[in-house]
């Protein structure tokens, strides 16, 4: 049964957004709505102009009979910029100083817009697509990895300082953790990360880096690659960071129980590049 073009272009844009990164052909589109493929070729021609006009992502066509189209989800500057300076207004709120210097923020990244939006823009930074897996540590960091990985159609992996028999069988390292300076543990399944893999970490907050270089060093014992870090939030206090290639959205620090927030480097870093 033929399809209109107004119906053809609802379920075209509902379907490729919820398959982010996964070639679709144009014969799949033609049968599914009983159209030419050249029909198609103009819906897809459509919404690529849309999906950019919009800052939605790229609509990617290849050509060929083994061809069709991809979409890699990303976000405009004014976006991306808008989002960062209602986050910084969000983190400011009063009550938001916990003591050690650490600032609140779980109420924000329970958000299923906030957590969208995040992982939405730490996604565009890697829209070419090399990335295998998404790493965090359990717990704040989940959330943020689980919508990193949807937007870039890839497994996450969840690190534990706690070996869970429920893992199996377990791959371990000890760091020094840059913020307490003690040495411990974390643990990740060995089913969890294929050899040779292309990872991303993420993480909710980055103090000194530790926990971070910990995992640097877990995915090392797969014989894998950490080919970027992103951050939600990183401390402003803290000059000897342990990392130094990352990418954060806000910088937080707190100056007489006062929280004070101002963008990260992901604006000038990504953006700087267009």
């Known amino acids: 049964m033929k399809v209109r073009r107004s119906d053809r272009l609802i379920d075209m844009t509902r379907y490729l957004l919820e398959r982010p990164h996964t070639l679709v052909s144009l ?67 009063e009550n938001r100083f916990l003591p050690g210097g650490y600032v609140y923020m779980s109420d924000l990244l329970g958000q299923p817009d906030v957590l969208r939006q995040v992982g939405r823009i730490i996604a565009t930074e890697y829209q070419e697509g090399a990335v295998d897996a998404v790493m965090t540590v359990a717990t ?44 411990e543990k974390m643990a990740l399944s060995k089913r969890s990360l294929k050899s040779g893999s292309r990872v991303l970490v993420v993480d909710d907050y980055m103090k000194a880096g530790g926990t971070v270089r910990g995992m640097q060093s877990l995915v090392k014992e797969f014989d894998s690659t950490v080919v970027g870090i992103s951050v939600f939030a990183e401390g402003a206090d803290t000059e000897d960071k342990v990392i130094e ?22 604006l000038e870093k990504i953006f700087s590049k267009k």
């Open 27 to 93: 014969t799949f589109f033609a049968t599914r709505y009983g159209s030419a493929k050249s029909s198609i070729s103009e819906d897809l021609t459509i919404l690529k102009r849309t999906f950019q006009e919009r800052g939605t992502g790229i609509l990617e066509t290849v050509p060929g009979a083994a061809g069709g189209a991809r979409f890699i989800p990303g976000i405009s500057e004014e976006e991306a910029i808008l989002f960062v300076r209602k986050m910084e207004t969000a983190l400011t709120e």
């Open 140 to 183: 704040k960091g989940v959330p943020i990895a689980q919508s990193v990985a949807s937007f870039l159609n890839v497994p996450f992996v969840i690190v534990r300082h706690d070996s869970q028999i429920t893992e199996g069988s377990t791959v371990s390292v000890n760091y020094v953790s840059g913020s307490s300076n003690r040495i």
């Open 245 to 266: 290639d990352y990418t954060s959205l806000l910088t937080v620090g707190v100056e007489n129980e006062q929280v004070k927030v101002a963008p990260g480097n992901y």
